[in-house]
């Protein structure tokens, strides 16, 4: 009976053996096949790869010859001037063939109408370019002294104009000192942009005990005053000259004896302050007051009768 048992467990175990070894070749079976698909994947992957590698050239290639293309068409048309134009055209390839055709059709009969090529054309057009940048760049160097000229002519503007101003109030001042001697006032009014000059003097303006009178007009003037006045103004305008001579002709001959006495003081005075210049004074009245030093001479002329 134990033997039975063992020959049944040995049968037992067979069956199953055989029942697993079933279950490895099919599972050995179902993996060769997959194996093989696997294959043919890698296969087509491959052809996948290399006809993408092919495409990738292709493409490239494309893509070189379209710009070699487009170089080419940018020396008859630039980007800028298509876009200017409405971009790029939907005509076919016929359809812009013959429109060439016939612009060149247009070309050749405006060639022999002016009796010059487009090439000639061309040719001058860039030769009157070169002429232009060369005028610009002679331009653009005459411009640097311009301007430096330009700049100093402002500037000795800005310094003339304050000068202008200086001087006439110098001017007024001078005026002013050279009338308080008489007892007088004035001033001296200077417009440079109307080009006029008015002289305001007010008679025996710091004399006590005298009523001061305002004279615009010098007409109202008597002749001393009027030459006394002119004197003044004569010897304010002279202390803003630079000339180293000067000469005046019969400046008192309508003073009286007081006028005349202070214009020589104020004369010899101004001579005495500008030891540089050399004065001239004519009169026919009387000099007595003048007296000579060394740098004073008084020459007289033998009266024409006795």
Not at 10 to 21: D, F, K, M, N, Q
């Amino acid at each position: 009976a134990a033997y039975e048992k063992e020959v049944a467990k040995l049968h037992a175990i067979s069956e199953a053996t055989h029942v697993h070894e079933d279950t490895l070749n099919s599972i050995s079976a179902e993996g060769n096949l997959r194996k093989a698909e696997l294959q043919v994947i890698s296969n087509e992957l491959s052809k996948v790869d290399k006809a993408t590698k092919h495409a990738e050239e292709a493409i490239r290639a494309e893509e070189a010859a379209m710009a070699a293309d487009e170089s080419k068409a940018a020396q008859y048309c630039s980007l800028e001037a298509l876009e200017e134009a409405g971009g790029f055209s939907t005509r076919t390839v016929e359809q812009l063939s013959g429109l060439i055709s016939s612009l060149q059709e247009t070309v050749d009969r405006d060639e022999q109408r002016k009796g010059t090529t487009l090439e000639e054309v061309e040719r001058n057009c860039i030769a009157q370019e070169r002429k232009v940048r060369r005028g610009r760049d002679a331009l653009a160097r005459a411009k640097t002294p311009f301007l430096k000229i330009q700049r100093g002519l402002d500037m000795r503007s800005k310094l003339l104009q304050r000068n202008a101003l200086e001087i006439s109030k110098e001017v007024n001042l001078r005026f002013l000192e050279n009338m308080r001697c008489k007892g007088h006032t004035g001033r001296i009014n200077v417009d440079y942009e109307a080009q006029s000059l008015d002289m305001q003097v007010r008679m025996n303006a710091t004399i006590v005990g005298k009523e001061a009178t305002k004279v615009t007009d010098t007409k109202s003037l008597s002749g001393g005053e009027r030459s006394y006045s002119t004197l003044a103004f004569v010897l304010a305008l002279g202390s803003q000259l630079d000339s180293p001579f000067r000469a005046m002709d019969e400046f008192d001959i309508f003073m009286d004896a007081i006028n005349r006495r202070v214009s020589l003081k104020q004369l010899m005075k101004f001579a005495e302050d500008n030891p540089n210049m050399q004065f001239i004074f004519i009169t026919p009245n009387d000099i007595s007051a003048v007296e000579p030093g060394p740098r004073t001479k008084i020459t007289k002329m033998i009266p024409a009768r006795p």
